[in-house]
Each structure stands twice: as structure tokens, then as C-alpha cells.
């Protein structure tokens, strides 16, 4: 039998051997890849904070440019649908931030009913990230389930129910008329 147990043990020392290999070649691969992108996050932020900070002076070479080189009717033209796209682009925003907000609020009140600990915090999770198109009320309410299991399990699958719920009616219903409204395309549309 003492012989069964030390030859058990040095099984279990190589199979960790070969799982501490795998997982730091795992670190080594992903840790890499982690840095570029946080390379990349960081570059694009600084490249976006020079772009906002001389934004008027980019704007008056890139009118002097279009200007030379360009035909005056087809810089007008050009001119009138950039106005229109920016418009249609900020009424769009806008839009998406009250439909964030009413999902924010919509959370908040159902939360508050469920008695849920750290309502505004999950709320505003969800609120925040329902900004981003498409995933981001889905990556909200998964950031907020690991919340909600933490504070109360029991309530889990209750949370998940209504935050499909919340997301249906986010995005088929509310997020349209809004989002058309304020963009001046059809419910259908958006």
C-alpha cells in the first residue's frame, strides 16, 4: 500500500508539472496579446485627446484643403451632407443616452422591489452599458448577474428572467421609438 501511495504522488506531481507548463504557456501567449491591446487602448486615447484638443484648427486645414481642391458646388454639397450627418449622428447620441437612461431606471425600480443589495450600482452597470449597440445590454446584465450572485443567490435566476425581460423590451419596443424619434428615421428603421 505504500507503494500504491508514493506512486500515486508522483503521478499527481507529473500531471501538475504538465498543467503548470500548459497554464504558463497560456499567460505567456494571452499575457502578450494583453499588452498590445492595452498598447493599442492607451495610443488611441492619446491620439483622440490631441484630435479633440485641436479639433478647430484640423477642421479649418481640412475646409482650406476640400476648398482648393474641390469644385465649389461639389464642396457645397459635400459641406450639406456633413452638417446633415452630424446632426443626424448627435440626435442619435442623444437618443441612445435617454434610452440608457430609461433602462437605468427601469432597473433601478425592479431592483428596489426585488430588494436586491447595491441597486444603483447594478443599475448603473446596466444603464451604462446599454450605450454600446447591440451587446451592451447583454454585457451589462452579465457583469450584473456575478454581482447579484454574489449578494443574493437566491434571487439569481429571477434577475437573469427580468433582465431578458428588460432587454426584449429595451430593444424591440423603447430603444426604436427613441432612437427614431430622435434620429428622424422610422422605428423600423433603427
Known sequence: ETEYVKQRILEM?????NLVQTIVGYVISYGATLIVALKNIIIG??????????????????TKGAKAY?????YNNCMRYLRIT?????????????DAAIVFVITFIILLIMDIKYAMLIAMIVGILNIIPFFGI???AL?????????APDKILLFILIMLIIQQIDTN??????????????????
Open 70 to 74: 474641390l469644385s465649389s458646388k461639389f
Open 138 to 140: 447583454i454585457i451589462g
Open 86 to 98: 452630424n446632426a443626424t449622428f448627435g440626435r442619435f447620441f442623444l437618443g441612445k443616452f435617454f
Open 143 to 151: 457583469l450584473s448577474s456575478l454581482i447579484v450572485l454574489f449578494v
Open 45 to 62: 486615447l492619446f491620439i483622440s485627446i490631441y484630435i479633440l484638443i485641436s479639433k478647430e484648427r484640423l477642421y479649418a486645414q481640412a
Open 173 to 190: 419596443v423603447i430603444a426604436p421609438k427613441i432612437l427614431g424619434n430622435s434620429a428622424g428615421i422610422s422605428s423600423l428603421g433603427v
Open 13 to 17: 506531481f507529473n500531471e501538475s508539472e
